[in-house]
């Protein structure tokens, strides 16, 4: 009967929430069990249990109930909730867990199983929990231990375990290791010890461990432990070994031991042992209290830096990590209004909630100090999932606190540097996120990405602004061109114009290294100018070669709120007489929204030139598709991160496609960017995207090896597959 109540078990595990339903003869197997039952959903909220938790709780109603409001009388239940929705995130079981209730003063004792669900896919849907009631087994233990207490109490200050095995007949050390190991093992007797080794061995006397053989004592503790010692010439030096006792005592001993060799045999063992045990585990409650924070229990900064520091140490190729560090906003009202307590209150409710919004995802959440906490994400797939990410943790931040019956509400600023793309140490990630942090405190825009014009104590910084305005006039910049092509032709049909710096002693200067400089100070409108002009002036060439082209250029949020980029714009296509439908302008998502109805005004007049307007890396921002609809936009671009993984990422390839959908149901046109391989070129193209660009086409090229680029056609409808340059 019990193995087939243990089967059952096992089936209800393997089982979704509607198993559990169908399964009538299961569900009376269930009920016919001593243990309570309980079986919770992915959010750790009851769904079925059996009878005998309806009468362990009054009959009341379970379901819908968390853990911590089916069991209130709980010792800690809002840590056992916690330890659930673990077990549900890393789908791992936690065995034979032993809990504490105290209702009317009355003290119970349960083991807990709690065990992740999968239903027929292998997927977690929820955890069952199997909980016994332990409490005579509980108090049996308590007075074992109190007996074996008085016990140590009145030894407590004899010597060290002292002991000598004879073996018999000796043991030939010329034979192998592993032939050596095993006739000590089964030849070997006690023959001498003192009390102490009585006591460790939870013997009442040591004439009742005379005679046993090693085997049974484990004084050396198992065949890896024998062989140490012979391959050590029959020595020990302080080596520790975890042994259990005859009362089922599990303990650490710390031994030192040496062989008696005579004319080429093994005839005895001395040694001496020491209970190390509670050494150890201060050890580790030291080791504990040193990496976590004592109030929030979290763990603290040292443990952090180890966490980043070996994550950056061990990362693979192409892994990306993210470090968010967390300040929270008007913290210090509830410290000066409602004191000190309540705002521990706080602090130690924010850990339990961070981790539920990290449930599905790899990382560590650490109390830094005060009111700042660090969130280390070890693997993602791109930064705009640490983006959503924080607007979840920022959302849970932000929901109401209950302090004894005062109902008050904080916020948050979290600050983001990603590893290797900003900073490859710790200090430099730490650094990056509070600059991050404090940008965007200061902003009031709750979530911020690290950028280097949030950085005013950068030497590159002060560099590059003051070499800025040389480059421009030094012509130390240029422009290279990327090739777009239509997926229906599959002719070319345009390029994006990218801004190059070759310094003459710094070397090659990347765009996101100069461009966010120049946005925050007046460069940013001779450099735009710049571009333009030489964007315009190639645009002309190329139509005037016969090649029916368009040419792409990038706006900064600067220029879109600066009129004077439409009177310049104008000024440039009359100079060059090209027709504006020849010249694209790209903007960003952000861009648009940081001022609505001013970026609206701008577009417009910039629509009213001929010239089409795109929405460059989408999907990375947080802009309205109903707001979009309005503006004279004509195409949307899909950022690279969707797009290169998106054969391997089923959410990326999600996002595309209905992206895609979206765009054209608002009559808009889209180009998919990073397309490197020929996969990804057909898979969008059965999709229905209308354009891409990317290295499987061409790389960004100087003027010159784009003409040449194009004069040999090689994308001009007749062969997609030939290979880019």
């Known amino acids: 009967m019990e193995l087939r109540k243990a089967h059952s078990l096992q089936t209800a595990v393997s089982l979704g929430a509607h198993g559990i339903d169908d399964n009538n003869e299961l569900r009376n197997l269930l009920d016919a069990m001593r243990s309570i039952i309980i079986y919770l959903d992915r959010w750790g909220v009851i ?43 890393t789908k791992r079981p936690i ?21 992740p669900v999968r239903n027929s896919d292998g997927m977690v849907t929820g955890a069952l929990l199997v909980i016994s009631d332990v409490t005579a087994q509980v108090k049996q233990q308590r007075a074992l231990q109190e007996s074996e207490s008085r016990y140590r109490a009145f030894i407590a200050n004899s010597s060290d375990a002292i002991w000598c095995y004879d073996i018999f007949p000796p043991v030939d050390i010329r034979l192998p290791f592993d032939e050596q190991v095993s006739q000590i093992l089964w030849r070997a007797e006690l023959s001498e010890c003192n009390e102490k080794l009585a006591y460790l061995f939870g013997a009442q006397k040591r004439q009742d461990l005379i005679g046993t053989p090693l ?13 140490h010692f012979v391959e050590n ?58 990496n976590h924070d004592g109030l929030t229990s979290l763990p603290n900064r040292t443990y952090l830096y180890q966490c980043i520091e070996a994550g950056l140490r061990d990362r693979r190729h192409r892994q990306k990590m993210a470090l968010l560090l967390i300040d929270l906003d008007r913290f210090k009202e509830i410290n000066d209004t409602l004191g000190h307590l309540a705002g521990d209150r706080v602090l130690k409710q924010l850990g339990p909630r961070l981790e539920l919004e990290l449930a599905d995802t790899s990382g560590v959440i650490a109390r ?19 983006v959503v990410l924080a607007h979840r943790f920022l959302d849970a931040i932000c929901q109401e606190f209950d302090l004894d019956g005062v109902r008050t509400e904080i916020s948050a600023s979290i600050g983001i540097a990603v590893a290797p793309d900003q900073a490859n140490d710790v200090t430099t990630l730490l650094r990056y996120a509070d600059i991050a942090m404090y940008h965007a405190k200061n902003g009031l825009k709750g ?25 421009i006039r030094e ?36 765009p996101n290294d100069f461009i966010p400089i120049a946005e925050m100070s007046s460069a940013i409108y001779s450099l735009t100018n710049w571009v333009l002009e030489e964007t315009v002036k190639q645009a002309a060439a190329w139509i ?6 368009s040419v792409a250029m990038n706006l900064s949020a600067r220029n879109l709120l600066d009129d004077r980029i439409v009177v310049d714009l104008s000024r440039v296509l009359k100079k060059y007489k090209l027709d504006g439908r020849h010249l694209e302008m790209e903007i960003t998502e952000s861009m648009i929204m940081s001022d609505p109805q001013r970026a609206q005004v701008i577009l417009e007049k910039i629509n009213a030139l001929g010239v089409v307007l795109s929405v460059d890396d989408f999907g990375t921002g947080y802009s309205s598709l109903g707001y979009l609809k309005r503006l004279p936009v004509k195409t949307l671009k899909i950022d690279s991160s969707f797009v290169q993984n998106m054969l391997d990422d089923e959410q990326d390839e999600i996002i595309v496609n209905s992206t895609i959908q979206l765009a054209h149901n608002l009559g808009l046109k889209v180009v998919a960017e990073g397309v490197e391989t020929q996969e990804i070129y057909d898979r969008l193209a059965q999709m229905g995207c209308d354009a891409v660009q990317g290295y499987f086409i061409a790389k960004p090229m100087a003027e010159g090896n784009a003409n040449g680029w194009l004069q040999r056609g090689e994308w001009n409808g007749t062969d997609r597959s030939v290979k880019p340059l």
């Open 447 to 471: 979530v911020a990405i690290y950028d280097a014009s949030y950085d005013a104590h950068s030497p590159m910084r002060l560099e590059i602004m003051g070499a800025l305005g040389r480059a």
């Open 47 to 89: 769904q079925h249990c059996n009878i005998q938790a309806q009468y362990w709780c009054g009959q009341q109603k379970v379901q819908g109930l968390s853990f911590k409001e089916f069991a209130q009388y709980w010792d800690d239940a809002s840590e056992r909730q916690r330890e659930i929705m673990q077990v549900i995130r």
């Open 544 to 549: 005037g070669q016969g090649y029916n082209i």
């Open 233 to 290: 010439n029959y020595r020990l030096e302080e080596c520790e070994f975890a042994i259990t006792n005859k009362n089922g005592q599990a303990m650490l001993l710390q031994t030192s031991a040496v062989g008696d060799v005579e004319n080429g045999y093994l005839k005895r063992c001395w040694g001496m042992s020491r209970d190390v045990t509670e050494y150890k585990q201060y050890l580790d409650k030291m080791e504990h209290m040193a």
């Open 215 to 227: 085997h049974i004592n484990d004084s050396i503790a198992n065949k890896r432990d024998i062989r």
């Open 95 to 115: 065995w034979q867990s032993l809990e504490r209730s105290l209702f009317n003063g009355k003290e119970s004792w349960y083991s807990v199983d709690k065990i």
């Open 368 to 386: 830094l100090g005060g009111d700042e906490f660090a969130i280390f994400l070890p693997n993602i797939r791109n930064t705009q999932q640490v």
């Open 475 to 510: 012509h130390q910049l240029s422009l290279h061109f990327q090739p777009k092509v239509d997926l229906n032709s599959h002719r070319v049909y345009g390029f994006e114009s990218l801004l190059r710096w070759e310094h003459p002693e710094l070397g090659f200067i990347p």
